[in-house]
């Protein structure tokens, strides 16, 4: 077996449920950083510079809801760090991406896949070298983001998954942006045969969205605004 390149490391933020994904180039320290949260960027610059990474991008699966993104208060430690956003987010960035658009760091790639339905914006982004992927809202551990707000429809969120994520080789393993039962990573064919919602037809999964009577989210608020101005905020 070939060493992987890759550096990687999941960090969690309890309050909000939020995985952070921290990624690196193991030649050059060119690093990205997927879905940071403001109030754990102290912990995520720590570790940064622990490993000597030289962090390049600061990557958001989607126009949050439930926490304000870290990108705005990284880029204003590391300049050189430029903010990444789905091209149909809605949102400001330094940098956006269209479906099949690539994002290199070091001596890694990964590729942008257009996944709405949660928001207009969700992306998932895959490392197919290492056979990773990091699916933001669009697909969670045995669930999947919600659909009732925020340009969400459930229909749309059905075909992105299956279309653009189920599509993919069965060992890939998936990395979700939420967790809330303790569990940290699936893969594709875990998710075909377990996922509860999505291995549904279309219309039963458009009825089991249309009928979760989610509360609102608390934090919707302050979060959508101040992430809507995505790295780019004074």
Known sequence: MTK??????QLFDKDTSTYTYLLGCAETKAAIIIDPVLECVER???LVNELELNLIYGVNTHVHADHITGTGQIKKSLPNCKS?????????ADLYLKDGDKLSFGNLTMECRSTPGHTNGCSTYILHDQRVVFTGDALLIRGCGRTDFQQGCAKTLYHSVHSK???LPSDYKLYPAHDYKGMSVTTVGEEKVYNPRLTKTV???VQIMDNLNLAYPKRIDASVPANLLCGIQD
Not at 4 to 9: A, Q, V
């Open 4 to 9: 992987s390149n890759l550096i990687f490391r």
């Open 44 to 46: 995520d610059l720590k």
């Open 84 to 92: 990444v956003l789905g091209a149909n987010s809605g949102g400001k």
């Open 165 to 167: 994520i189920f599509s």
């Open 203 to 205: 219309d039963e999964f």
